[in-house]
């Protein structure tokens, strides 16, 4: 018998209990400052991009191509 397949895997949901202190809280709300700070700048990039995309949009409406020659 291969001995490779002698694995047990057990699933059950557990429950962890931890003491939050003053510096466990501080350190975990500046983490999560940190990342919706990151998450806002991702936003205000998309924003931009999409600004951009909109103006090239409705500058090309406004002076569309001309004929194209195959």
């Known amino acids: 018998m291969d001995d490779s397949n002698k ?12 003491i939050v202190t003053p510096r466990w ?3 975990v ?3 999560l400052q940190n990342q919706i700070n990151q998450i806002d700048g991702q936003l205000q990039q998309i924003d931009i991009q999409g600004q951009k995309a909109i ?3 409705k500058k090309q409406s406004m002076d569309p191509p001309g004929p ?3």
Request: charged share 30%.
């Open 25 to 27: 809280k501080e350190e």
């Open 68 to 70: 194209q020659v195959s």
């Open 55 to 57: 103006a090239e949009i």
């Open 29 to 31: 709300q500046q983490q």
């Open 7 to 18: 694995n047990l895997l057990l699933k059950r949901p557990i429950n962890i209990k931890a």
